[in-house]
């Protein structure tokens, strides 16, 4: 009985080539940005819990929301809100703090940012134009 599982010719043989000596790696240069033409753009903005309305930071205590008016110095809306987390806060607090959506003077507040793709692309003018860009020929 032979030691090899499988008997096909070449499954390790013992004339295989010696493999060849790693490069020495290189560090790559860090890059903000796309990599590539084909790589989309990013951008850090903050947005309404409620609404989805890109907002301009920094704002105040008496902020709202230019599109819904809900306010904007609110725990639903700090990056340390986590509803799993004791007094639905990451960050140590003494008490909770009641209603989440409503204006509060808390010092530990920080606006909730995202990382979003740019995507510059701009819709057709009419459905007859994008059904020809759609099929045409």
């Known amino acids: 009985m032979s030691d090899r599982k499988y008997k096909q010719r070449g499954y390790q043989d013992e004339s295989r080539p010696a493999p060849r000596p790693d490069r ?3 560090p790559r240069p860090e890059r903000e940005g796309p990599r590539s033409p ?3 753009a990013h951008r850090t903005i903050v947005r309404c819990t409620r609404c989805g309305q890109i907002l301009d930071p920094p704002f105040g205590l008496a902020a709202t ?3 819904c008016g809900s306010d904007l110095h609110a725990c639903g809306q700090c990056a340390a809100f986590d509803p799993a987390q004791r007094f639905e806060c ?3 607090i003494p008490a909770r703090i009641a209603p989440k959506d409503r204006r509060n003077t808390c010092d530990l ?5 995202t990382v979003e793709r740019e ?6 003018k009419d459905a007859r134009s994008a059904f020809d860009d759609l099929f045409k020929f």
Do not use: I, N
């Open 24 to 26: 020495p790696q290189q």
């Open 38 to 40: 084909r790589m989309m």
């Open 65 to 67: 929301c230019p599109k």
């Open 90 to 92: 990451a960050k140590p």
């Open 109 to 113: 507040f920080e606006p909730r940012t």
């Open 119 to 124: 995507t510059g692309t701009s819709g057709p």
